[in-house]
Every structure is written in structure tokens, then in C-alpha cells.
Nanobody, 126 residues
Framework: QVRLIESGGGSVQAGGSLRLSCTLH????????MAWFRQFPGKEREGIAA????????YYADAVKGRFDISQDDANNAVYLQMESLVTEDTAMYYC???????????????????WGQGTQVTVSS
């Protein structure tokens, strides 16, 4: 059974950093798209970063570009999201997701992803 397990969330002050991890079980991403989404209360999930082809294809939403960095770890079958310069507006539930094809311009479309983690909460205080 495929499982994606996120970790690394927590509470941090504005300006701080966090590193989210997504560990994959019974699934190897290969060249397929892996992404991070976040969801604000009462809102739909929004794609913020995606990676494929061993890191040669990277996608970032404008809201996180320059502050967040997505990476893959083939040895540990994991995907990470390094978040720097966090602001209160980054407070959300963060999800890892896996698609069954390489990333494209559709990377932020949640309907394109087949597997999802349970989410990890990130809270940024001022």
C-alpha cells in the first residue's frame, strides 16, 4: 500500500525556517512529479513546489519562490521542502503529493496527483 508520510512541521517565529520531509513507502517517484501543497482553513489546496527528473525540473509558486526549496533524496526515497524566511501567511497544513507522470505546467493542479500524505501543520507566529 502506497503511503506518503510528512514530518517536520511545527511552530516557528516569523523569519525562521523549517524543513518538511515526505517519506515514500511502497512507491518510488522515478521521473514522476512530486509536489508540496498547502491548505489554508476554508480554502482549497494550492500547489507551491514540484520536482521531477532528479531535480532537473523545478516549479515554484510565486508566493514561495526564493524562500522555499524542494529537493529529492533517491537514497532515502524522500522529498523535502526547505522553508526559509517564513512569514505568518505561510501558516497552513502542508501536504506531499505524488503524480504518475513528470511535472508540467499543471503541477499546481491537485487533481493531477494520485497519492497524498496526511499533512503536517506549519504555524508561523509574529
Amino acid at each position: 500500500q502506497v503511503r506518503l508520510i510528512e514530518s517536520g512541521g511545527g511552530s516557528v517565529q516569523a523569519g525562521g525556517s523549517l524543513r518538511l520531509s515526505c517519506t515514500l513507502h511502497d512507491y518510488s517517484y522515478g521521473k514522476n512529479c512530486m509536489a508540496w501543497f498547502r491548505q489554508f482553513p476554508g480554502k482549497e489546496r494550492e500547489g507551491i513546489a514540484a520536482i521531477a527528473w532528479g531535480g532537473r525540473r523545478l516549479y515554484y509558486a510565486d508566493a514561495v519562490k526564493g524562500r522555499f526549496d524542494i529537493s529529492q533524496d533517491d537514497a532515502n526515497n524522500a522529498v523535502y521542502l526547505q522553508m526559509e524566511s517564513l512569514v505568518t501567511e505561510d501558516t497552513a497544513m502542508y501536504y506531499c503529493a505524488a503524480a504518475l507522470r513528470p511535472c508540467g505546467s499543471w503541477y499546481a493542479d491537485s487533481t493531477q496527483y494520485v497519492y497524498w500524505g496526511q499533512g503536517t501543520q506549519v504555524t508561523v507566529s509574529s
